[in-house]
């Protein structure tokens, strides 16, 4: 019946479309033009001089959109507003940028409000930096992103990506080696908006709208602000999504090169938790391994149980000033409050449990039961950040000097509430499960850190600018406190220190006007990730814990280096090898709690690893209203010890590291003849392996997308309405988009010492099915 229904829309939607190109086409508005003098022909000359113009400023576009002239000396790729205003205006930020090299997007839904994984050279999305605006865009402790929480598509001006290094001034402490940076829309001179509606299946629906003030009266302050609502069934199993999200930004033009912005943002989002497969599942159920309705007592697997709400507030005033002479000051000020909570389904006894390692004989209010008993197990967590990042800069002709620094402060509280289930599944948040007045949990969790980074960089240019060096230093100073509240806990507080030193140097030299060659040579670090690196956690029916940290972990290094070329003219071309090694390397092992549907996560100290690979992209500027762009990368990694598994080693030097296929390709084409518009993208993804024994793997997948729309005939002289049809995995084809965790050996095992190691049972993401999507936007 759905289905039937969607095609039948689709049959409608599409010659519909076409009917529209009989109406003659609209000019693009331009609204710097001085208006020509009144006459019979000044219309139609307006609308050739604006035709003209649109065209010139479509040929400067590469790619469609999916790639921009870079000429900063280390690996760049970037996805401008034009490649993501033809995408489907509910996709992550991650989804955006899967075309680009190196890039490894695990989508599992068109609509999410979780964190979704994220692969770039190897490296996971812990291991990676996400920036929005010049704060940080990811959980403080664990590191994952929340960037589909921080701003709508509709309000993205780019998305960048460097694949091997690190801005240095950039307020992170958990980027090895890439960076993931967003950038917002300017507010606009003029006075106006945007109004977005979509819906698709799945009953996937969007509604955006975004007010423009303009510039108010003569104060050169302009503004705006925008609400949207995104929802949708999930796409396998029963349970649904739903987001508010608020976006507002205001600037205010001080003078010549004094502004100061004021960006506000508000997520509110709930959602059906996605059930992951290990591949043995995977191999039987398919897609059909998911969480479960209708309701069957003592079913922790029952979808209403498992829950994920994200709420994230930010706020940060930027400000760039002129001080005179040769001198420039940059701050940036930002606060950030995150919360939950997140909800799972659990057995736990009513007799003979435990808190930790501490007995207990019964739990209040059930004495002398002794039985299983299904509770939903909510997981109130707070996190709040604040910090300041300054830069001053000194510019002459040929060298510009910036002295930086970067404080922050965070704080983390989490812990479980038990809630017993009543007879129909339904749950009464109220009065918690206690044993002898304790609350029954396996984590009470505090964390906070206070960190000081502070360094210089200095940019010198010769020959006339065709030579360039930058060299830079920063100097980062980290507290940490992790505590662990419940009885038994061992340690039960971990308060490390870590001073990291992290030089650069980089390099290039403008071979011709179109031609660049370009090194680097750059280190950067990750501090262990969330509170599983620092203390133990505990299940309820036996005193050991389910997770135990790794001894003494030291914060990951990253030391690597690349030598570029890049072409930019009609065919733009960008080629890069790179190297890089890491030591005190972390891996971080997911997998299900027995008894519920809790994912737990731990670290694995997996020592040292060493990458080698190649990336290149090419685009070209559009030709009878046609651009191309390919991208593509080989990597080879190697592990560089053998592991610890507990209570022996595993051979694991020589190995492959997990989740990092030799292979990854994309290509993408673009049609605009400034009427009709299209989009075209196809993606290859090798085979990957899920443990550092390499004994599991996930095979390689193709997956295609293709967007289409027209611009329609203006409504008066203000509005400026647009019609799109999105389609997500156009083959519908089932498959293993990404890890959710690695393991050490999916077989059991002798160790290197003889004693036996068990096997792990990773999780894999699924990828999203299907999905076809019409929306209707105007700009006004």
Request: glycine share 10%; aromatic share 10%; no cysteine.
């Amino acid at each position: 019946m759905k289905q039937s229904t969607i095609r039948s829309g689709l049959s409608l939607l599409i010659p519909a479309l076409a009917l529209l190109g009989e109406f003659p086409a609209v000019a693009a508005r331009n609204d710097h033009m001085v208006a020509p003098r009144k006459s019979i022909s000044a219309p139609v000359a307006r609308e050739k001089r604006l035709e003209r113009i649109s065209i010139r400023e479509k040929r400067r576009v590469i790619g469609g959109g999916l790639m921009k002239t870079q000429t900063s000396p280390r690996a760049t790729s970037e996805v401008t507003q034009d490649y993501i205003a033809r995408q489907a205006p509910t996709l992550s930020p991650t989804s955006l940028i899967a075309s680009l090299p190196g890039v490894q997007a695990g989508n599992e839904s068109p609509l999410s409000t979780q964190s979704e994984t994220l692969h770039i050279r190897g490296l996971d999305q812990t291991q990676i930096g996400f920036v929005f605006e010049g704060i940080p865009a990811a959980d403080v402790f664990s590191y994952a992103p929340w960037n589909a929480a921080m701003v709508d598509n509709e309000n993205l001006a780019s998305i960048s990506v460097t694949q091997g290094s690190v801005d240095l001034t950039a307020p992170l402490y958990n980027a090895d080696g890439a960076q993931v940076s967003m950038k917002a829309l300017r507010p606009s001179d003029k006075a106006g908006g945007t109004l977005s509606l979509g819906g698709g299946t799945h009953s996937l629906q969007k509604e955006f709208l975004r007010l423009d003030t303009g510039e108010i009266g003569h104060s050169d302050v302009r503004a705006y602000a925008s609400f949207s609502h995104s929802s949708a069934n999930l796409w396998r199993g029963p349970g649904d999504v739903a987001r508010y999200h608020v976006d507002a930004n205001l600037e205010k033009r001080w003078s010549k090169g004094n502004v100061s912005d004021v960006i506000f943002g508000y997520n509110q989002g709930r959602q059906t938790i996605y059930r992951y497969p290990n591949l043995a599942q995977w191999q039987q159920y398919g897609t059909g391994f998911n969480y479960t309705a209708p309701y069957t007592p003592g079913s922790y697997t029952y979808y209403k149980l498992n829950e994920r709400f994200t709420n994230v507030a930010f706020g940060t005033i930027r400000n760039d000033f002129r001080l005179g002479g040769h001198w420039f000051l940059h701050v940036t000020l930002y606060g950030i409050s995150q919360m939950g909570p997140n909800n799972y389904g659990m057995a736990v006894p009513t007799a003979n449990g435990y808190i930790g390692t501490q007995r207990y004989d019964y739990l209040d209010g059930y004495q002398g039961q002794n039985r299983t008993l299904l509770v939903q197990s909510v997981h109130p967590w707070e996190q709040r950040s604040s910090g300041v990042t300054a830069s001053l800069d000194w510019k002459t002709r040929h060298n510009t000097l910036t002295f930086f620094y970067f404080y922050s402060y965070a704080d983390h509280q989490e812990r479980q509430d038990r809630f017993a289930v009543g007879d129909d599944g339904s749950v009464t948040w109220k009065d918690p499960l206690t044993a002898n007045g304790r609350l029954l949990t396996g984590y009470d969790i505090n964390q906070t850190q206070q960190l000081n980074a502070l360094g210089f960089d200095d940019k010198l240019s010769f020959l006339a600018d065709r030579l360039n060096f930058d060299a830079g230093f920063k100097a980062t100073m980290v507290s940490r406190m992790t505590s662990q509240n419940v009885p038994g806990a061992s340690p039960y507080k971990v308060s490390p220190n870590n001073f990291i030193p992290t030089p650069q140097f980089l390099a290039s030299y403008q071979i011709t006007r179109k031609d660049q060659l370009y090194l680097n040579a750059t280190t950067s670090y990750r501090l262990p990730a969330g509170y599983s690196a620092y203390v133990p956690a505990f299940g309820n029916t036996s005193p050991s814990p389910t997770t135990i940290p790794p001894n003494t972990l030291q914060p990951e290094y990253f030391i690597g280096e690349e030598l570029g070329y890049r072409h930019h003219a009609r065919i733009s071309v960008s080629v890069a090898g790179f190297h890089y090694n890491l030591t005190n390397h972390q891996i971080s092992s997911l997998a299900y709690q027995p008894g519920s549907t809790i994912l737990v996560s731990s670290q694995i100290a997996a020592g040292g690893e060493e990458a080698w690979g190649i990336q290149a992209e090419l685009a070209t500027r559009p030709s009878h209203h046609l651009s191309v762009y390919l991208s593509g990368q080989y990597l080879r990694t190697r592990l560089g010890n053998n592991v610890s598994a507990g209570n022996d080693y595993l051979p694991t030097r020589g190995k492959s590291a997990p989740g990092a296929p030799k292979y990854t390709g994309a290509i993408g084409l673009t049609y605009d003849d400034s009427l009709w518009f299209g989009n075209f993208n196809l993606r290859y993804q090798d085979s990957q392996s899920s443990t550092l024994m390499n004994d599991q793997s996930i095979p390689a997948f193709v997956t295609a997308d293709l967007s289409m729309g027209r611009k329609l005939p203006d409504l008066g002289t203000r509005v400026h309405p647009r019609a799109m049809l999105n389609l997500i995995n156009l083959g519908g084809a089932n498959y293993l988009s990404g890890l959710g965790g690695f393991g050490i050996s999916a077989q059991p095992r002798t160790g290197i010492f003889g004693n036996k190691v068990g096997a792990s049972s990773p999780v894999f993401v699924v990828g999203s099915a299907f999905t076809a999507m019409a929306s209707l936007a105007a700009d006004f």
